[in-house]
T-cell receptor, first 112, second 113 residues
Framework: DVKVTQSSRYLVKRTGEKVFLECVQD?????MFWYRQDPGLGLRLIYF???????EKGDIPEGYSVSREKKERFSLILESASTNQTSMYLC???????????FGQGTRLTVV | DQQVKQNSPSLSVQEGRISILNCDYT??????FLWYKKYPAEGPTFLIS?????DKNEDGRFTVFLNKSAKHLSLHIVPSQPGDSAVYFC????????????FGTGTRLQVTL
């Protein structure tokens, strides 16, 4: 089974802190994604990556950056956390040109 | 600009009855559609999908119907079970660009006893 693991289930950070969310997948998938889920807004794509050291902006990249130094790991960085970034963050991976995404368990981030 | 829309935020259905979840899309480039199920505090899990070359795909209790002319798809669950209570997300993609999914806003299904 594909496993996508996010480093934390719950995080509480202060406004202005730099926050790192880590995601690791164990199936050698080329493609990795970061989404956030908010009530009434569904899942919105923040950033994605088709290859190591490669990244592309999704629909809501403002306030975020990403890093993909190794194929199995995709990190989401909040440069200066703000309260409107309080959300559920979901990492996903997809093999090649497949369509099925495998998700991690999610990180619920609260910024106070 | 919401390219994939689920207009019903919630749905309540009795156990044993049919649940019908709807999804509309606006982007005519989408050619592959998926449904994901999400329990609280867990990541979404894949449920069923359909290619635009088909109008129906069935997997056990789950059937997805696609009406391309109306840009509409629906997920039928029959019979509904209490374990089906979850949030259901519709997603769409263009297989030419591959991988990148656009999700709807979700419908919370509650199956009552």
């Amino acid at each position: 089974d594909v496993k996508v693991t996010q480093s934390s289930r719950y995080l509480v950070k202060r406004t202005g802190e730099k926050v790192f969310l880590e995601c690791v997948q164990d199936m050698d998938h080329e493609n990795m994604f970061w989404y956030r889920q908010d009530p009434g807004l569904g899942l919105r794509l923040i950033y994605f990556s088709y290859d190591v050291k490669m990244k592309e902006k999704g629909d809501i990249p403002e306030g975020y950056s990403v890093s993909r130094e190794k194929k199995e790991r995709f990190s989401l960085i909040l440069e200066s956390a703000s309260t409107n970034q309080t959300s559920m963050y979901l990492c996903a991976s997809v093999r090649g040109r497949d369509t099925e995404a495998f998700f991690g368990q999610g990180t619920r981030l609260t910024v106070v | 600009d919401q390219q994939v829309k689920q207009n019903s935020p919630s749905l309540s259905v009795q156990e044993g009855r049919i649940s019908i979840l709807n999804c509309d899309y606006t982007n005519s480039m989408f050619d592959y559609f998926l449904w994901y199920k999400k329990y609280p505090a867990e990541g979404p899990t894949f449920l069923i999908s359909i290619s635009s070359i088909k109008d129906k795909n069935e997997d056990g209790r789950f059937t997805v119907f696609l009406n391309k002319s109306a840009k509409h798809l629906s997920l039928h669950i029959v019979p509904s079970q209490p374990g089906d209570s979850a949030v259901y997300f519709c997603a769409a993609t263009n297989t030419g660009t591959a991988s990148k999914l656009t999700f709807g806003t979700g419908t919370r299904l509650q199956v009552t006893l």
